[in-house]
């Protein structure tokens, strides 16, 4: 039986990710930060009735890692989800608040996948996925720390992926556009100072975007087929709302589309 890690499962993508590989016959491990804040899970897995190892994990903490792994043993799939958001500018953002971003939706990402490697690559077979988002296609106003972050986890998985693949491991990415989940509960904002006409303007257009929003279990879905699926691929998208705003950048050469739409949302 494969063993998956799957980080950030206390709701949203990651529970749905955990229950749906339990039920597909995947054993599941399952972190959370705070595991007395895991019940929903719980509840989940009762009700889907398989059984999911439930671990605590603060992904960026390094140690831990290391410790969490070294218990683990081997490692088939790793499904990196655990993420976190912030709504403010760059001249709002101090370098605090960059590394905050970096350390859990990138530095975290590369350190968990490092550690897993070195089994995957030994027993010549192994998926790495990743979710980021189209905030890591599509550069958006006052995502500025969330979106460098999600660019950068991008560009490392997309140079790691040819690397690794002759020892059998695939590397995959999931873009997500808006989701219904508590992620959004824990996004950290910035007041606006003299940005604050322009979010205002943003806040309008993205709480209209999250009321239209896709399920979590729906998004997790495409989570689940990246990490199981026999006809792998690099890039997944969980939504047709997802495929148009990744492909705003995927093609834009010259830059302009994007920013010409995105210059829309804060006017």
């Known amino acids: 039986m494969s063993i998956a890690l799957v980080t950030g499962t206390s709701s949203g993508i990651g529970l749905h990710t955990a229950i749906g590989l339990a039920s597909a016959g995947v054993s599941v491990v399952a972190t959370v930060r705070d595991p007395a804040r895991a019940d929903a899970l719980r509840a989940a897995a009762e009700s889907a009735g398989v059984s999911i190892d439930i671990r605590a994990l603060d992904v960026t903490d390094a140690d831990g890692a290391v410790e ?142 999250f009321a239209q929003a896709q399920s979590a279990e729906d998004a997790a879905k495409t989570v689940i087929e990246a990490a199981i699926t026999d006809t792998p691929k690099f890039r997944w998208q969980t939504s047709e709302a997802a495929v148009r705003f990744a492909g705003l950048s995927l093609g834009d050469l010259d830059g302009s589309r994007v920013i010409g739409v995105t210059s829309e949302w804060i006017h």
């Open 68 to 209: 969490l792994v070294a218990d683990l043993g081997p490692v088939d799939i790793l499904v990196n989800n655990a993420g976190r958001g912030a709504v403010g500018t760059l001249e709002q953002l101090s370098d605090a608040d960059l590394q905050a971003q970096l350390d859990t939706n990138y530095l975290s990402v590369a350190r968990l996948t490092r550690l897993v490697l070195p089994g995957m690559r030994e027993r010549g077979h192994g998926r790495i996925v990743t979710v980021t988002s189209v905030g890591g296609a599509v550069g958006q106003p006052f995502a500025d720390a969330y979106c460098g972050a999600k660019f950068a986890v991008e560009g490392l998985m997309q140079s790691l992926a040819p690397v690794v693949a002759p020892f059998g491991i695939d590397v995959a990415i999931v873009e997500p556009a808006a989701v219904a989940s508590s992620f959004t509960e824990s996004v950290e904002r910035y007041d606006g100072g003299a940005y604050q006409a322009q979010l205002d303007a943003y806040l309008e257009r993205t709480t209209a975007s």
